[in-house]
């Protein structure tokens, strides 16, 4: 059964960090592509990160330059260093899992546009930014 378990959100002050960690059990993250997302209150969900099965890596532009994906393939988890942290980034935050094969990633690479088109996904955590 593929599950995906995020932890790591909180409650941190505005210029803060966290570490956002994906751990993926019923399968193995070396085939997958993963992807973070988020959605605040009243918004639609948007795509953050994504790291494909070769390492390459997407940022959108409102995470780009104070974010980190990476994957430790022996733990089969992904993380989301997350720093400079400002209000708007409140949301629940999720992690997603998509064969490598289908585009998900590499997609948004080419595009600029990480779609919320994976095939599992995680419930999620709560990052709130709050002075």
């Known amino acids: 059964q593929v599950r995906l378990v995020e932890s790591g959100g909180g409650l941190v002050q505005p210029g803060g960090s966290l570490r956002l960690s994906c751990a993926a059990s019923?399968?193995?993250?070396?085939?997958?592509?993963i992807g973070w997302f988020r959605q605040a209150p009243g918004k639609e969900r948007e795509g953050v990160s994504c790291i494909s099965s070769d390492g390459s890596t997407y940022y959108a532009d409102s995470v780009k330059g104070r974010s980190t994906i990476s994957r430790d393939n022996a733990k089969n988890t992904v993380y989301l260093q997350v720093n400079s942290l400002k209000p708007e980034d409140t949301a629940v935050y999720y992690c997603?899992?998509?064969?490598?094969?289908?585009?998900?990633?590499?997609?948004?690479?080419?595009?600029?546009?990480?779609?919320?088109?994976?095939?599992?996904w995680g419930q999620g955590t709560q990052v709130t930014v709050s002075s």
């Open positions: 997603a899992a998509d064969y490598a094969w289908r585009p998900g990633c590499r997609a948004a690479q080419a595009m600029g546009e990480l779609k919320p088109n994976f095939g599992s």
């Open positions: 019923g399968f193995t993250l070396d085939y997958y592509s």
